[in-house]
């Protein structure tokens, strides 16, 4: 029957057969499937289609296959919507809880702010303390300055004090070459956070809206030009293999968005079995921590990179003046804004 099926269609429709095994419109209706046949079982279900005539069989088949697509391009249309309810652009009636997240958020930044601060000033200390030649370092106030200040960056100062005291110059050398590696290590992980989060009164609910608020506002805080009124102008003076970079990361984040649309949809199945909530939340998290947060920072870069690199283009073509000073750039970059916005 299925070989019978494949030869009618062709090879070039069973290799899109195969082709939409692989997406989350497959996956989807597989999963319901699967959840019918466990709560009504295998038996009735191929009793009644053995029963069917073969033209009927293949009508059926035909059917699924259609629905399969049908859906998968409905879904498709609702990418940009669901990306930026994700962002964080909520209705009116959300409006308390956005409030909320963004408090949450502006005290997250804060947190960051102060633990970046607290350990530049620590990296500062360790650097006068790595100058140190400790293999000649007296017993003297001097190395009992390096041994509090590593307890008080572990904040371990009564429970480890002795055992720090017994070391060696060289053991305290390593355990103060340790520290610095691991202040070194958090600063830049901070310095990574605050890259990808924008100014405090431009706070978005949700992490994901963070990252692209800030890639937006980058290129207007560097050179004054705003990214959602000179994108589209840009866009049409690159090169053929930059748009195919931006095209690729974007496609990149919109799958992540819509296997998080079908991992909600298919909580759906829930009526029939009980996995599939577990299931379809799990895929979700997933989708959203693991794959569009990536996939935004990727875009995100991109999008910097490319007005870092090109927004020369913009200039020469409306044959504007590019300053070379930074300030005079983005004096020039918001009367350029302003002008493409407005048309004075």
Request: aromatic share 14%; charged share 25%.
């Amino acid at each position: 029957m299925s070989a019978k099926f494949l030869e009618s269609f062709g090879s070039k429709l069973a290799e899109q057969w195969v082709a939409t095994l692989l997406t989350p419109a497959f996956v989807f209706w597989a999963g319901g499937a699967t959840a019918g046949l466990q709560r009504f079982g295998w038996e009735p279900a191929s009793t009644w289609f053995s029963q069917r005539g073969e033209p009927l069989q293949i009508a059926l088949l035909v059917g699924v296959f259609c629905l399969i697509i049908a859906s998968a391009f409905v879904v498709q249309r609702f990418d940009l919507p669901v990306l930026r309810f994700l962002e964080g652009y909520w209705s009116r009636c959300l409006l308390p809880l956005r409030r909320c997240l963004i408090a949450r958020e502006t005290k997250h930044s804060q947190r960051i702010s102060d633990r970046w601060q607290t350990l530049k000033r620590l990296d500062k200390q360790s650097q006068k303390f790595a100058t140190l030649n400790f293999l000649q370092l007296p017993e003297d106030q001097q190395k009992k300055e390096v041994i509090y200040f590593i307890l008080q960056q572990h904040n371990q100062l009564h429970s480890n004090e002795k055992r720090l005291q017994k070391l060696t110059n060289q053991g305290l050398k390593q355990r103060l070459d340790k520290l610095c590696s691991e202040i070194k290590d958090e600063l830049i992980q901070l310095d990574w956070e605050q890259h990808h989060r924008p100014l405090d009164n431009q706070l978005m609910p949700t992490r994901l809206g963070n990252i692209l608020r800030a890639a937006e506002q980058r290129p207007l805080e560097k050179y004054g030009l705003d990214a959602i009124v000179c994108w589209s102008r840009l866009w049409l003076l690159l090169s053929d293999a930059v748009k195919k970079d931006l095209q690729e990361a974007r496609a990149d984040l919109n799958t992540a968005v819509r296997i998080w649309l079908w991992s909600l949809l298919f909580i759906v199945w829930t009526i029939w079995v009980w996995w599939a909530a577990p299931v379809g939340i799990i895929c979700a998290i997933f989708a959203y921590y693991y794959w569009a947060i990536d996939a935004a920072r990727n875009y995100g870069e991109l999008i910097d990179a490319t007005f870092d690199l090109h927004r020369h283009l913009l200039y020469q073509s409306l044959r504007w003046y590019l300053p070379p000073e930074p300030d005079k750039e983005r004096l020039a970059g918001k009367s350029l804004t302003e002008y493409l916005w407005r048309g004075f």
